[in-house]
């Protein structure tokens, strides 16, 4: 079994970004991930769930957040093809809870992701390593 909070290798590896949550920041996030995959061989199939499955989380964490404001704390990296993405939200204690609707998405458009007190880490193989 894949550990999903594994780290990076190192800090230098990892991309990190703060977004203000609004939902007008979704496609920065989006561009990022469609970048990453396709410099790790993800098809535009691959691509386009790891974005669905991007901008799920994010919606939820804006539909989640206390105040409607704040910001999210996303960190990208890849080892290998597989790429994984962190999203959290900075300075906020997390009591995330995914609906069956998300949960039934990101099943079908990631190979793993998990939901914890820090967050939510998705991760996307490319099909030749999930076959």
Request: negative net charge.
């Amino acid at each position: 079994m894949t550990d999903l909070t594994e780290s990076p290798p190192s800090a230098d590896e990892a991309i990190e970004i703060g977004v203000p949550l609004r939902s007008e920041h979704a496609a920065t996030l989006r561009v990022i991930v469609a970048s990453l995959g396709s410099d790790n061989g993800l098809t535009i199939d691959e691509i386009d769930d790891l974005k669905l499955a991007v901008s799920e989380v994010f919606t939820v964490l804006i539909d989640d957040a206390v105040t409607g404001s704040g910001r999210a704390v996303v960190r990208f990296w890849s080892d290998l093809g597989t790429i994984r993405v962190h999203l959290t939200r900075d300075g906020d204690d997390l009591s995330l809870e995914l609906d069956a609707l998300a949960r039934a998405i990101l099943s079908s458009v990631v190979d793993d992701y998990t939901v914890d007190a820090d967050g939510v880490m998705l991760v996307k193989r490319p099909n030749e390593l999930t076959t």
